[in-house]
C-alpha cells in the first residue's frame, strides 16, 4: 500500500527562522515519484517541486530546499529564513509509475511564519 | 497558456438541487484530475482520466457523482442530486505524461450545498 505521512499538522514561527516540514512516504514501487505543492491562504494549489525515486541529489530553490532519503524514505523540505508570505498549507504526494497512477497526498502541513 | 480553468468559482445550491462543475485543462496536457478538499478528509482523488478516458473513478463518492471528458479541452463533474455533505472545494488539474509530470491545478470550485 502506498501512504503519505506528514506529522506535523501545525507549524508556528517567528520571521526569519528555518523551519523544516517533514515527508514520509510508503510504497513498495522501485519507480515513484515525490511532489511537494503549497496551498497559501487564496486557495490554489501550486507546485513546488517534484522528485523520481532514482535522483537522489538534494534540490535546492532560493530559499527552499529539499532533502532525499530513500533509506528513511523520507522527503523533507526547508523553508530557510522565513517569511510571512510562507505562510500556507504545504503537501508532500507520492505517485508510481504502474497502471495505477494516482497521486497519494499527505493531509498536509500548515506553517505560520509570524511577524 | 491560461492555466486550467474552472467554472463557477463559487456555487451555492439547494438540497436535491443537479450541479455541474467545469474544467479546462492545460491545451496539450492528456491527464486530467478532479479532486475534493475538505478540512475533515483533505485532498481526495475522485476521478482520474488519461487521454479523455476514465482509468480511475474508485474515488467518486457514490452513484451521484458523475464525470466526462467529451474532448480533450473540457471536461464536467456533475453531482445529481446534491446532498449537503457535498460541501467542498473541488479542484481540477491537468498534467502531461502523468506521473513523469507535475500536476497543475486550477483555482478550485467553492461548492455549498444548503
Known amino acids: 500500500a502506498q501512504k503519505v505521512t506528514q506529522a506535523q499538522t501545525e507549524i508556528s514561527v517567528v520571521e526569519k527562522e528555518d523551519v523544516t516540514l517533514d515527508c514520509v512516504y510508503e510504497?513498495?514501487?522501485?519507480?515513484?515519484?515525490l511532489f511537494w505543492y503549497k496551498q497559501p491562504p487564496s486557495g490554489e494549489l501550486v507546485f513546488l517541486i517534484r522528485r523520481n525515486s532514482f535522483d537522489e541529489q538534494n534540490e535546492i530553490s532560493g530559499r527552499y530546499s529539499w532533502n532525499f532519503q530513500k533509506s528513511t524514505s523520507s522527503f523533507n523540505f526547508t523553508i530557510t529564513a522565513s517569511q510571512v508570505v510562507d505562510s500556507a498549507v504545504y503537501f508532500c504526494?507520492?505517485?508510481?509509475?504502474?497502471?495505477?497512477?494516482?497521486?497519494?497526498w499527505g493531509l498536509g502541513t500548515s506553517l505560520a511564519v509570524n511577524p | 497558456d491560461a492555466g486550467v480553468i474552472q467554472s463557477p468559482r463559487h456555487e451555492v445550491t439547494e438540497m436535491g438541487q443537479e450541479v455541474t462543475l467545469r474544467c479546462k485543462p492545460i491545451?496539450?496536457?492528456?491527464?486530467l484530475f478532479w479532486y475534493r478538499q475538505t478540512m475533515m478528509r483533505g485532498l481526495e482523488l475522485l476521478i482520474y482520466f488519461n487521454n479523455n478516458v476514465p482509468i480511475d473513478d474508485s474515488g467518486m463518492p457514490e452513484d451521484r457523482f458523475s464525470a466526462k471528458m467529451p474532448n480533450a479541452s473540457f471536461s464536467t463533474l456533475k453531482i445529481q442530486p446534491s446532498e449537503p455533505r457535498d460541501s467542498a472545494v473541488y479542484f481540477c488539474a491537468s498534467s502531461f505524461r502523468h506521473p513523469n509530470t507535475e500536476a497543475f491545478f486550477g483555482q478550485g470550485t467553492r461548492l455549498t450545498v444548503v
Open positions: 510504497t513498495r514501487d522501485t519507480t515513484y515519484y
Open positions: 491545451s496539450g496536457h492528456n491527464s
Open positions: 504526494a507520492l505517485s508510481n509509475a504502474g497502471n495505477n497512477r494516482k497521486l497519494i
